[in-house]
């Protein structure tokens, strides 16, 4: 899952994006899964989309992407 909730806005794990939408709570990327947010450097880089895209199927598709390193998102934890 991405959200759009980051540290900025005072979220840094997944436990406080449950505890501020409890709706949420128990979804398979909040109780299994994993959860993004984007970087900063995401909002002006859309002359990297082939980049932005990579990243986005690196975290769909891991396997594919052995030893990729996320630019644009970093996961809660």
């Given at each position: 899952m991405i959200t759009y909730r980051t540290p900025k806005q005072?979220?840094?794990?997944?436990?406080q994006l449950a505890k501020i939408n409890p709706?949420?709570?128990?979804?398979?990327?909040?109780?299994?899964?994993r959860v993004f947010y984007p970087l900063p450097l995401?909002?002006?880089s859309g002359?990297?989309?082939?980049e932005i895209i990579e990243d986005v199927a690196a975290i769909?598709?891991?396997?594919?992407?052995?030893?990729?390193?996320?630019?644009?998102f970093r996961e809660l934890r």
């Open positions: 005072g979220i840094t794990t997944k436990a709706e949420m709570a128990a979804i398979r990327p909040m109780t299994r899964g995401y909002k002006q002359h990297r989309l082939d769909l598709h891991p396997e594919l992407y052995p030893g990729h390193h996320l630019k644009f």
